[in-house]
């Protein structure tokens, strides 16, 4: 796994708009040196279509990293909709299903999908409007389903948000979905490991969980954003990386990107964190994983 010479954390934004000041990009090269932020098109920030282009664009081996869930919950009821005919049978399906049902949404939005007369009832949406089946049968909590990857990380201390959870700042449904959106519209281009097997050459895309990269980087307690230079360089030395410029306050959209990165290079080559003990072929194939949860 040393042939990747570009890591690339990517953190992502389901917000409405056009642009999203919630989306940041940072690159670490495998020669070294600090990571950079890579600098949007416009200085209102970046569109979604436009982190779409840039990695379908991509020459050099890169590995990517999506701040996203990738999948839903499917091993915990045998399907990602239980009760609902057109539940598709696996993750390439599910990313299409979402992107046809918010076809007339616009940026990658995904409004279709939360607000499907179907689709809908899977989702925690608020006081009075939480769907009827955001809780299952047998759901291990009130928190909503999750995947198996998100259950191995709420063992290992990490709380992950349930990708059915709509409501409240850490809630992380809506960015996922457009994600998806996204992924369906990449395509073939790159390979997204585990859904796909992970070639031998050339980029992959992951899905990250930034508060695992904040943890090796040394952060604790219950907040793992980052809001300081100080504080930033500090994580990135326990990582390995040499420090980036600044003092003062940063945005946790850019710290967590500039973090993430030189995360993704200083473990990339851990062989266990590519065949985590729970990954089953049918799990890769369904919900996918998050790259570092054991």
């Known amino acids: 796994m ?19 000041k919630g989306i940041a990009l940072a690159v670490a090269l495998a020669e070294g040196g600090p990571p950079v932020l890579v600098t949007p098109p416009d200085p209102k920030g970046w569109a979604r279509t436009e982190v779409l282009a840039l990695l379908a664009g991509l020459d050099a081996p890169t590995l990517v990293g999506l701040d996203l869930g990738i999948g839903l919950p499917h091993a915990d009821a045998g399907a990602f909709f239980p009760g609902w005919d057109a539940s598709p049978a696996d993750a390439r399906g599910l990313w299409a299903l979402i992107d046809a049902l918010c076809a007339d949404d616009p940026h990658l939005e995904a409004g279709g999908f939360v607000s499907h007369p179907e689709g809908a009832r899977y989702f925690r949406h608020g006081a009075g409007l939480e769907g009827d089946r955001f809780l299952l049968p047998g759901a291990a909590t009130r928190e909503g389903r999750f995947r198996v990857a998100e259950t191995a990380q709420r063992a290992a201390g990490v709380r992950p948000v349930s990708n059915f959870n709509l409501v409240g700042a850490a ?50 307690g219950a907040a793992t ?8 360089n500090d994580a990135l030395d326990r990582l390995g990386s040499p420090p980036v410029r600044g003092d003062g306050a940063i945005d946790d959209h850019s710290s ?11 473990v990339h080559g851990e062989r266990d964190l ?11 194939r369904t919900e996918g994983w998050t790259f570092g949860a054991l």
């Open 256 to 266: 967590d990107a500039l973090l993430t990165a030189a995360w993704l290079r200083h």
């Open 225 to 232: 954003k980052i809001r300081s230079y100080a504080a930033l």
């Open 274 to 284: 590519w065949h985590p003990p729970s990954l089953t072929p049918a799990v890769a």
């Open 2 to 20: 040393t042939r990747f010479t570009h890591f690339l954390a990517v953190d992502w934004s389901g917000a409405k708009g056009a642009r999203q």
């Open 171 to 220: 809630q992380v449904g809506k960015s996922s979905l457009t994600g998806m959106r996204m992924l369906h519209r990449l395509g073939r281009r790159i390979p997204v490991w585990p859904v796909d097997p992970l070639p031998e050459q050339g980029s992959v895309v992951t899905e990250i969980y930034t508060s695992v990269a904040a943890r090796l980087g040394g952060v604790s």
